[in-house]
């Protein structure tokens, strides 16, 4: 249907290409069950949290009472969020995350090391995870991910697990 798109857009006389990116945005977890069909129609795609989180998890961080349901670094919510990257990269897509997990200090190191191309973060994260990631490289980031995803159980252990990056790297 993109692909389809794309070519009426050509056949108008429109540029497309470099000019023009076929890209959409889609919500974890849809993204993690349509990934591959719809790495192969878009040029680039963004995923989102935001649905997963604040409505799944029924989750209000300023809610004492709820707040215990905000579990964005989950095992399982990585490993979906990291298939969606690989299914992306391996029909060369590009992929971006925004929504909640995009600019956060804990998530950040987890999706650079999954492979994530791309963050919208706003700017006050952007200073702090410049910080954060200068001094992480590559092969840090990718075991820390296959780490969070494979041997943790709890949001907790993910969490702990960052941090003792974070603390190790100064």
């Known amino acids: 249907i993109f692909n389809e798109e794309k070519t009426k857009l050509v056949a108008a006389g429109v540029k497309v290409g470099e000019t023009i ?32 989180i604040q409505y799944t998890f029924a989750a209000d961080r300023g809610n004492e009472r709820v707040s215990y349901l905000y579990q964005p670094y989950h095992p399982s919510l990585l490993g979906l969020i990291n298939h969606v990257i690989k299914a992306a990269h391996r029909h060369e897509t590009s992929v971006a995350m925004c929504g909640e997990m995009a600019g956060d200090q804990t998530a950040v190191p987890l999706l650079m090391g999954m492979g994530l191309d791309e963050f919208s973060m706003s700017a006050t994260s952007v ?32 969490k702990a697990l960052v941090e003792k990056l974070k603390t190790s790297q100064g």
């Open 21 to 52: 990116k076929l890209g959409m945005m889609i919500e974890i977890p849809n993204a993690a069950i349509f990934a591959d069909h719809f790495a192969k129609e878009v040029d680039f795609f963004s995923i989102g949290t935001n649905d997963l």
């Open 127 to 158: 200073l702090k995870t410049r910080n954060l990631m200068k001094h992480l490289d590559a092969s840090t980031l990718s075991d820390l991910a296959e780490a969070a995803i494979n041997d943790c159980e709890t949001s907790d252990q993910v």
